[in-house]
C-alpha cells in the first residue's frame, strides 16, 4: 500500500491540532481548578455544611434570619449611589457605608439560600458603581492626607474594597464573563490601583490605615487571580517616592527610612510577640478585622503561606490579648486615642472570636464570648461556633493580670493590667509604660485608669471625638483631640513645668518608651507594677510603682500608688486624678472660685476650669466621691506648701466638645526630688431605695513616707482600727533574689526581693 506525501502531512497536522485542543482544554481546566468561588471567607464545601445544618444551630440561625430582615428590607429600599459628598456621618458616607456592608451580606445570603434575588441585587449595585466610578473625582472634602473617591479618606474606600470583594467572590460565578471583565475593568482594577499606586502615602505605611489599603488590594486580588496586584498587596508598592518629612493629619510620620511595608509588614511591626497592637485596643478592634479576614481568605486560597503562622502566631494571640484589654462590660480601656463605649460587641470582635475559635483547634473559652455577642460569622468559623455554642462546649473566659509588651520584639515598653477581687465588681488596674503608639499615641508615659466592674474609677480621657456623629467636625477628630485628650495634663501621669511629655513633639516621643521595672502577681494578696520613665522630661526620672493590696481590714483591696521623682533641678510637678462622680468631702479647707479661670494656657491647662485650691497641715490630703452606688477615697501624703486643686474639664471650649468631668490635681511647685504617694479605696454602697449608706467612709487613719533615701522608700499605713503595715521598696536593684536591709530609727528591716510589705495586725 502507497501512502503519500500529502495524506501524511494532513495526518499530521490534525495531531498537531488536536494535541493542541487538548492542551489548550487541561489548560482551561488547571486555570478553572486553580480558583473557585466562593473562595474567601465562604467556600463552596463549606456552603454545603452550612446548607445540611439549617435550622439545628440556634445562633446561626438567629442570626441568619436577621441578616436577611436586614438585606431584604434594603432591596426594597432599590439601589441608591449617590454622588458623594459629605464627610463622616453625612449622607453620601453613611448611604455608601451601608452599601458595603448590606451587598456583603446579600452576596452570603446568595449562597446560603441560593436564591437568585440576592445575586441580582449586588450585580445591580455593582454595576451602578462601575459606571459613576470612572468619572469619579477624589472627594470634594480637602481635610485627609490622602482623599479617598467615595469616601473622605482612602480608609474608607478601602472599608468599601474589603467588603464589596467578598459580595463579588460570592456572586462571581453568576455573573457572566462579559459583565465580570466590566466590573473588573471599569470599577475594582482602578479602584486597587487608586488607593495604592495613586496615593502611597496611604498605601506603603505601617498604620491601621494601611493595612485595611493592603487588605482591600489583596482582597480584590485573590477574587480576580491576580498574583501581581495580590504581591503588591503582601509587600506593597515597590517604588513610592515618599517625602521622607511627610506626616498624616495626625501628625505621625508616613513612613521610616528602610522601612518594610505590605500587608506581611503591618502584620509583623506594630503587633508585640504578646499580640499587643501599638496605636492601642481601640485601633487594635479596627484593624482586626481586615487583618482577620484576609488571613482567613489566604487560608483558604494560600494555603502555602501558613499565614496564622506568622510571627509565632501573633494574629491568633492577638486576639485574647484584645479580649483581655477590656472592662468587666466588654468595653475596651481607652488607651491612646480611643472612643469609649466600644467592646467586644462590635462586628470586628464578632469575626475575630469566630475566627479565632475556628483556627485555634476550638479554644471553648472563646465561646463564652461569643454567646454573649448572640451572633455570628455566616460563615465556616461561625457554624462553628454556633455548634458549639448549641452542644454546650463553652467554658468561661477568665480575665487575668496580665503584662502586655510593646513594640515589634516586645523590647519597647507596655501595658500592664492588674485585677483584684476577682468577681464581676473586680478592680482592675491599666497602667501604661508603653511606646509612642505611632500617630494615634497619647503623651501619658506613667499614666494609668482605674475600673470596678465595669465603671470608670479613675478614668483615661479617651479621644475627643464623636464618630461618625456630623454635627460634631463631621464626625472626625476634633482639634480638642490635640489641644487637650492627647496633651499629658489629661492623664493620671506627671506633668513638669505645664509642659506635656516629650515637649508634645511626635517624633521625640516616637524615639523611646518607658522601661519596665517588675511584674509580679505571683500573691495574689499583693500584686504590683513598677516602670520608670527617663525621657519625658530631660534630665528628670519619674518612676512609678502601683500595688494591689489585700488587706483584711478593708472591704476591698486598695490600691497603692507611689511615684519617686529624681531631678538635676527645680521643678514644678502636677498630679492629675480624673475621678468619676459627685465629691462627698474633703479633709482641708479650699477656697472655691467665684469667677472660673483657666489653670494655665497652653499644653492643655487651657482647658481646665481651676474650680477651688486648698492646702492642709495634716500630712494627708483625702478627698470623697460617690459614683455608682459607691464610695471611693483618695488619701494622699502631701506637704503644707503643696497646692490641692479641684478642676473641671471644658475651659476655652467654645463648641462644648469636651465633657466637664471633674479632676483633682497635687501641685508641687519648686523642688526637686519628690515623691507622690496615694492609696485608693474602693468602699461602702449607697441603696436609693432603703436610703441607707454603709461604710461611707475612708478605712486609712494616716498615710507616711516612714523612710526614703536614693535607694529604698517605705510607706506606712495606720488604719482607723489601729491596725498598721509598712511597704518597703527597692528602687536601685530589682532582682527576685537581692537581699535588701534598711535601718529605721532603732529597728532593722530585711527581706529579699523587690519589695515586701510587713503587717502588724
Keep these: 500500500m502507497k501512502i503519500k506525501l500529502h495524506d501524511i502531512l494532513i495526518a499530521f497536522l490534525f495531531i498537531a491540532a488536536s494535541c493542541k485542543a487538548q492542551s489548550k482544554a487541561i489548560s482551561n481546566i488547571k486555570k478553572s481548578n486553580k480558583l473557585e468561588h466562593p473562595s474567601l471567607i465562604l467556600t463552596k464545601t463549606g456552603v454545603e455544611k452550612i446548607r445540611k445544618q439549617l435550622g439545628n444551630v440556634p445562633v446561626f440561625d438567629a442570626t441568619l434570619a ?33 452599601n458595603f456592608l448590606i451587598i456583603q451580606k446579600a452576596g452570603v445570603l446568595y449562597q446560603i439560600l441560593d436564591d437568585a434575588t440576592y445575586a441580582k441585587y449586588v450585580k445591580s449595585m455593582l454595576l451602578a458603581y462601575a459606571k459613576i466610578y470612572p468619572t469619579l473625582p477624589v472627594h470634594p472634602q480637602t481635610r485627609s492626607y490622602a482623599r479617598g473617591k467615595l469616601f473622605w479618606q482612602c480608609l474608607n474606600d478601602s472599608n468599601w474594597l474589603v467588603y464589596t470583594s467578598q459580595a463579588y467572590d460570592c456572586i462571581y460565578n453568576y455573573l457572566t464573563e462579559n459583565e465580570r471583565n466590566h466590573l473588573e475593568k471599569d470599577l475594582f482594577k482602578p479602584f486597587a490601583k487608586f488607593i495604592s499606586e495613586e496615593n502611597p502615602q496611604f498605601f506603603n505605611r505601617v498604620h491601621n490605615h494601611s493595612t485595611w489599603g493592603n487588605v482591600a488590594v489583596g482582597m480584590i486580588a485573590l477574587v480576580m487571580d491576580d498574583d501581581k496586584l495580590l504581591e503588591t498587596a503582601l509587600h506593597g508598592l515597590k517604588h513610592d517616592n515618599i517625602d521622607p518629612n511627610a506626616r498624616d493629619n495626625d501628625g505621625g510620620f508616613i513612613k521610616k527610612a528602610g522601612q518594610k511595608v505590605g500587608f506581611l509588614a503591618n502584620l509583623e511591626e506594630p503587633f508585640s510577640p504578646d499580640g499587643y497592637y501599638t496605636e492601642g485596643p481601640y485601633y487594635q478592634r479596627y484593624a482586626m478585622y481586615p487583618f482577620l479576614v484576609f488571613a482567613e481568605a489566604l487560608q483558604n486560597v494560600k494555603l502555602e503561606l501558613k499565614i496564622f503562622e506568622y510571627k509565632n502566631g501573633v494574629l491568633l494571640k492577638s486576639i485574647y490579648t484584645l479580649l483581655n484589654l477590656t472592662d468587666a462590660d466588654g468595653n475596651f480601656f481607652p488607651l491612646n486615642d480611643g472612643q469609649k463605649g466600644m467592646s467586644y460587641y462590635s462586628r470586628e470582635l464578632v469575626s475575630a472570636v469566630d475566627i479565632g475559635y475556628y483556627y485555634s483547634e476550638n479554644k471553648t473559652d472563646l465561646l463564652s464570648i461569643a454567646k454573649k455577642q448572640g451572633e455570628v460569622l455566616l460563615d465556616n468559623t461561625g457554624l ?75 478614668q483615661d480621657y479617651g479621644m475627643a471625638r464623636f464618630v461618625n456623629i456630623q454635627q460634631k467636625g463631621g464626625g472626625n477628630y476634633l482639634k480638642e483631640n490635640t489641644t487637650w485628650a492627647k496633651q499629658t495634663i489629661a492623664h493620671n501621669t506627671i506633668n513638669q513645668d505645664e509642659t506635656s511629655h516629650f515637649n508634645g513633639d511626635f517624633e521625640t516621643g516616637s524615639l523611646h518608651h518607658s522601661e519596665k521595672y517588675i511584674f509580679d502577681v505571683s500573691n495574689s494578696k499583693l500584686q504590683i507594677v513598677s516602670a520608670k520613665e527617663t525621657n519625658a522630661y530631660p534630665g528628670t526620672q519619674i518612676h512609678r510603682t502601683m500595688a494591689f493590696v489585700k488587706d483584711n481590714s478593708f472591704e476591698n483591696s486598695f490600691l497603692l500608688d507611689i511615684i519617686k521623682i529624681d531631678a538635676e533641678k527645680n521643678h514644678q510637678y502636677d498630679l492629675p486624678y480624673y475621678f468619676l462622680g459627685q465629691l462627698m468631702s474633703a479633709n482641708f479647707e479650699y477656697t472655691k472660685s467665684e469667677t472660673l479661670m483657666p489653670l494655665g494656657t497652653k499644653n492643655g491647662f487651657q482647658h481646665l476650669w481651676k474650680e477651688a485650691v486648698g492646702k492642709t497641715g495634716t ?59 496615694s492609696i485608693i479605696e474602693s468602699h461602702g454602697h449607697y441603696d436609693p431605695v432603703s436610703e441607707i449608706a454603709t461604710n461611707a467612709f475612708s478605712n486609712i487613719k494616716n498615710l507616711t513616707i516612714l523612710y526614703s533615701d536614693e535607694a529604698y522608700v517605705a510607706i506606712h499605713i495606720e488604719n482607723i482600727n489601729h491596725t498598721e503595715s509598712m511597704f518597703l521598696f527597692s528602687f536601685k536593684n530589682n532582682s527576685i533574689d537581692k537581699k535588701h536591709q534598711i535601718k529605721i530609727e532603732d529597728k532593722v528591716y530585711e527581706w529579699v526581693g523587690v519589695y515586701q510589705l510587713i503587717n502588724n495586725n
Excluded at 473566659?397 to 515589634?408: A, M, N, R, T, Y
Excluded at 497602667?431 to 508615659?445: C, E, I, T
Aim: aromatic share 10%; no cysteine.
Design 384 to 458: 462553628a461556633v454556633a455548634i458549639g455554642i448549641r452542644d454546650g462546649l463553652e467554658t468561661p473566659f477568665i480575665k487575668k493580670s496580665l503584662d502586655l509588651s510593646d513594640g515589634k520584639n516586645g523590647d519597647e515598653g507596655g501595658v500592664a493590667i492588674l485585677r483584684a477581687n476577682g468577681s464581676k465588681d473586680e478592680l482592675s488596674l491599666v497602667m501604661k509604660y508603653s511606646a509612642q503608639g505611632l500617630s494615634h499615641g497619647h503623651y501619658d508615659k506613667l499614666s494609668f485608669s482605674l475600673y470596678e466592674g465595669g465603671n470608670e474609677v479613675i
Design 619 to 677: 500630712g494627708n490630703a483625702k478627698i470623697s466621691w460617690f459614683n455608682k452606688e459607691r464610695f471611693y477615697t483618695l488619701t494622699s501624703v502631701v506637704s503644707n506648701e503643696d497646692d490641692l486643686i479641684f478642676t473641671r474639664i471644658g475651659a476655652n471650649d467654645p463648641r462644648f466638645n469636651l465633657r466637664n468631668d471633674p479632676g483633682f490635681i497635687i501641685r508641687k511647685q519648686q523642688i526637686k526630688d519628690t515623691y507622690f504617694v
Design 66 to 98: 436577621k441578616v436577611k430582615a436586614e438585606v431584604d428590607a434594603e432591596i426594597l429600599n432599590g439601589i441608591e449611589v449617590p454622588i458623594p459628598k459629605d464627610y463622616s456621618g453625612g449622607y453620601t458616607h453613611e448611604r455608601h457605608k451601608k
